[in-house]
């Protein structure tokens, strides 16, 4: 199992430009999730999806957009890619529905830098 | 806002000690998690402690939940250099995960 996959691994864009992360899950999970750090800001959650066909707003979802597309994948949009969204992105899904008591599986980042 | 904060933010001890770091949370929670976070990696889940548990055990892991002081404490016993990583917790909400801004703990060989 390759559990969650993020692609690409690194990306540099130019102010202005678009890209779309991807994410994809092999676990069956419901709910998956995006998240971005920054140093000494700990992990802060942009966008999550409890399940298929649901998304809703985390705590910085300005600047993104996001679509699950099916159970597998989950993919985050930069429509006008600004300096601050510099970070490093990082996919996540879990079993968990409603209040669940479930891990988080996460993939190994995406590496952007905004110049 | 972040729920979970971890303390100390860094901690350097050597090969064969123990580490203990603490996570204070502000708000009641069903459960606790902890994550580890090699350098360029993604995290890895550790252990889940739920609110009515006190104590938890994982190998060389042990993790505490104060549910009355709202904090938590992981102790990694005989530290390796193999351990040498951020660790973060995290508290639950619906559907969401906050975590805090991790302790990043060296482990001298």
């Known amino acids: 199992n390759a559990g969650v996959t993020q692609t690409p691994k690194f990306q540099v864009l130019k102010t202005g430009q678009s890209m779309t992360l991807q994410c994809a899950q092999d676990?069956?999970?419901?709910?998956m999730y995006w998240y971005r750090q920054d140093p000494g800001m700990g992990l802060r959650l942009i966008y999550y999806?409890?399940?298929?066909?649901?998304?809703d707003k985390g705590e910085v979802p300005n600047g993104y957009n996001v679509s699950r597309l099916n159970k597998r994948e989950f993919s985050l949009r930069l429509e006008s890619a600004a300096p601050s969204q510099t970070s490093v992105y990082f996919c996540?899904?879990?079993?968990?529905?409603?209040?669940?008591?479930?891990?988080?599986?996460f993939g190994n980042g995406t590496r952007l830098t905004v110049t | 806002s972040q729920q979970g904060e971890e303390d100390p933010q860094a901690l350097s001890i050597q090969e064969g000690e123990n580490a203990t770091m603490n996570c204070s949370y502000k708000t009641s929670i069903n459960n606790l998690q902890w994550y580890r976070q090699n350098s360029g990696r993604g995290l890895v889940h550790l252990i889940l402690i739920r609110s009515n548990e006190r104590e938890k055990h994982s190998g060389r892991l042990r993790v505490t939940l104060d549910t009355s002081k709202k904090s938590s404490s992981l102790l990694i016993t005989a530290s390796r250099a193999a351990d040498t990583a951020s660790y973060f917790c995290a508290t639950e909400g619906t559907y969401k995960y906050i975590f805090g801004t991790g302790t990043r703990l060296k482990v001298l060989a």
């Open positions: 676990m069956n999970h419901n709910s």
């Open positions: 999806s409890a399940s298929e066909g649901t998304t």
């Open positions: 996540a899904s879990s079993e968990a529905t409603v209040l669940n008591n479930s891990p988080l599986h």
